[in-house]
């Protein structure tokens, strides 16, 4: 089953502030994120599961990195299947420039 181009949402179960995604490429995406709406909130965002309006504007996109990664552990989740989620501006293109730091905590695919 392929989520590519597919429309998600996250919601903090803190803040709860939501994310709308996007699937860019094919690849699996996290159930949990760290909170994207607050930039100091530290709660996880549950996924919706795709169970969302598919004609929502996504803020955010999960993708395929090209090129190295210098993270281990995220380098690891990435040859797994693993996509990464970064925040993307109206017209779809990643904000400039990378917004946060490769990081992801060690055996964490929650990222
Ligand atoms: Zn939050």
Redesign the pocket.
Known sequence: MSYKGKINQYT??????VITTIDRDEGTTAFFVS?Y??PE???P?RSSMYQVDQSLVPDHEWYKPTGKIQNRALREHVRMGGLLIRPIRNDGKPKPPEPRPAENPPGGIDR
């Open positions: 903090c179960t803190v803040c709860g502030g909170c709406a607050t909130c530290q709660g965002m």
